[in-house]
């Protein structure tokens, strides 16, 4: 009987962890892109130029303490912390980038807010835009970590190299999911950005 009991908590608890995350991402502007290639669990795509709000990250915090630092000076931004005490929408992904000891965290804008103009940050936030840009792409589920990352771009890299695609610069860590979120339910990316060729499209 207990095991039954737990058996259907469980189950409950997977139910209900789908139903949010499917919600939530339903009900959440992601960066559109255009999808060139599908293989597998890797994809080429091609993405417009993005609007980013970019908080830096303190690597010396430790991971949890920088992420969790990063979010929060963006989260305070989208939600009045700016020059107008305008509110606005959150999106999906949430990109941080690693060059070197720099690291950032970045919300991308809106199209309604890009296009009627975003207030300006306060102390700590800056606005950035990121060219449009095609990048290799690998999707992968679970509460991710340092290693985690590690691994799937290393994983990225080699399926790259395989299909002779020319990497450039750092690769993005992309989440797309709130924190309650179980783990074999989350998106995450590993965005690479790769050199387009006179005979590949050229983004838009």
């Avoid at 091609?46 to 908080?55: F, I, N, R, T």
């Avoid at 009045?80 to 949430?94: R, S, Y």
């Avoid at 060059?99 to 300006?120: D, I, N, W």
Wanted: proline content about 6%.
């Amino acid at each position: 009987m207990k095991r039954m009991f737990w058996a259907i908590l469980c189950a409950v608890i997977l139910l209900l962890g789908w139903f949010f995350a499917t919600n939530s991402r339903a009900a959440t502007e992601t960066a559109p892109y255009q999808v060139v290639e599908t293989d597998g669990r890797f994809e080429l795509r091609d993405y417009e130029a993005l609007h980013l709000a970019e908080a830096d990250m303190n690597p010396d915090a430790g991971r949890s303490s920088s992420m969790n630092g990063g979010f929060r000076q963006l989260f305070r931004y989208i939600t009045g912390e700016n020059e107008t005490g305008e509110k606005i929408a959150m999106t999906t992904p949430v990109l941080v980038r690693n060059e070197g000891r720099a690291t950032s965290m970045s919300f991308v804008m809106p199209k309604a807010g890009v296009e009627r103009g975003l207030p300006a940050p306060k102390l700590g936030v800056k606005l950035q835009t990121l060219p449009a840009m095609r990048v290799a792409v690998v999707r992968f589920s679970g509460i991710s970590n340092g290693q985690m990352e590690k691994d799937q771009v290393a994983t990225l890299r080699a399926w790259a190299e395989k299909r002779g695609l020319k990497l450039l610069r750092n690769p993005l860590l992309a989440y797309y999911d709130p924190p309650w979120t179980p783990g074999f339910l989350r998106r995450n990316e590993v965005l690479w950005p790769v050199q387009v060729t006179n005979t590949q499209i050229t983004p838009q």
